[in-house]
């Protein structure tokens, strides 16, 4: 199941030289479980043939407006009745100019006009035209009217231009309408994650670290936006690609972690501290690298400020979730670590077991809060992270209504 499962999605192909990438798009919605009816504009059936889209998307290609066969089966009042969503994909310039002042002279403007789904528009079109004030006060304004805009990406054009107008990957088209479709069970709420591992400097060119990979804390970023929250992840060094939540903050050290994750917490109405944020760290960091010239050499540690606990402390407090790595009785530590961190929940895992952990791509976790405990069992990080998400969601908005009920 995914959350375009069961969707009704009108797929309007324009006429620009990406129309071919929405044949793969049209694969993907399809994959993920979503019906697919596609719409052509002229122009867009010299760059694919119809029949492409028909066998791709198990369903007769809608072209033409007066086509009175297509009328009687399936017109432009019950295609725009039909859908769940209108997406253009690839949305040229000229029909995002159409769409803005709201023509009616063919199938897909019609549509768009009649129906009243959500619509999405990926444009695609050279730099210079998307760069040109007309097209950016049209994206504004249908913008401005909720129509969701996705993309375009930067990079190589057709035109041998580099620039803004690459129609976004057809996968990242299908995440992002994904995240459209999300359940909403964070609607409104902003969440604040951290994630990843910290260095601790020894001197300029060494450092003390650990072997997360921020996988598991990424997981549940974009969990948290497909739940519809405003999210935003500050993690330490990774070798993974940014994942697509509101804001960003990338830091080095348990310090700088520390300080980034204080100044955002007062706006979070929930924190998951997913970090494996360093115990210790030197004492100093020496300024120049430190000669190999000692047999031996003591490095002195100091504990490092527990953000958990300082968070879970404010007088103000979010809905705070800290993990638990343990390599035995870990139930036991689980529950201690909620009492002594003062948490409203810890989502604990083993690690050094076949069952997920650090660098591995599949997770298991025990899950505990005030009154109750769950087992998620093993599972891909994905699968993991949309679950402790709702369990998370679920037990603040009972947290919350006991509170409003007070
Ligand atoms: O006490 P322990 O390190 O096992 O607790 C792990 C939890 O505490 C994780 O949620 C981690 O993000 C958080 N933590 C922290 N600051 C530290 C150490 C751990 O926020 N300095």
């Known amino acids: 199941m995914t959350n375009l499962t069961g969707k009704q999605i009108v797929l309007g192909v324009t006429g620009g030289i990406a129309a071919y990438k929405a044949a793969e798009l049209t694969r993907l919605l399809r994959n993920a479980g979503a019906s697919v009816r596609v719409a052509m504009t002229r122009a867009a059936t010299a760059f694919v043939s119809p029949l492409t889209f028909q066998a791709l998307s198990g369903n007769p290609v809608h072209t033409e407006l007066l086509d009175t066969e297509e009328e009687s089966a399936m017109g432009h009042i019950s295609l725009a009745r039909w859908a769940d969503l209108v997406l253009i994909a690839p949305a040229t310039a000229d029909f995002i100019a159409r769409l803005r002042i709201g023509l009616g002279d063919d199938l897909l403007s019609t549509v768009c006009l009649a129906t009243r789904a959500s619509i999405a528009v990926a444009p695609a079109m050279n730099q210079a035209m998307w760069d040109n004030p007309a097209t950016q006060e049209n994206v504004r304004c249908l913008s401005d009217r909720g129509v969701r805009i996705l993309g375009p990406a930067e990079g190589d054009q057709a035109c041998g231009e580099v620039g803004l107008g690459r129609l976004l990957e057809p996968q990242r088209i299908c995440d992002e309408l994904e995240s459209f479709f ?223 009920s007070r």
């Open 182 to 404: 999300g359940d909403g069970a964070l609607a409104g709420l902003s969440v604040l994650i951290s994630a990843g591992p910290t260095r601790e400097p020894i001197d300029p060119v060494r450092y003390i670290s650990n072997r997360s990979s921020g996988k598991m804390g990424y997981a549940l970023a974009e969990a948290a936006a497909r739940a519809g929250a405003k999210v935003s992840l500050v993690t330490g060094p990774t070798a993974l690609k940014a994942p697509r939540v509101n804001e960003v903050s990338w830091v080095e050290s348990a310090a700088e972690m520390y300080r980034c994750i204080m100044s955002k917490v007062p706006s979070a109405d929930i924190y998951i501290g997913a970090a494996a944020v360093a115990d210790y760290s030197p004492e100093t960091a020496a300024d120049r690298k430190i000669k190999k010239d000692q047999l031996e050499m003591v490095l002195t540690l100091r504990k490092t400020q527990d953000i958990l606990s300082a968070v879970s402390a404010l007088p103000k407090r979010p809905f705070t979730v800290g993990f638990a790595a343990e390599t035995d009785d870990l139930e036991n530590y689980a529950r201690q670590k909620l009492v002594a961190k003062s948490l409203d929940m810890v989502a604990a895992n083993w690690v050094g077991r076949d069952e997920g952990g650090f660098e591995n791509d599949d997770n298991a976790l025990f899950v505990c809060w005030n009154g109750g405990d769950t087992y998620l069992p093993l599972a891909s990080k994905k699968t993991i992270a949309e679950q402790l998400i709702h369990l998370i969601a679920e037990r603040y908005h009972a947290q919350n209504s006991a509170k409003d």
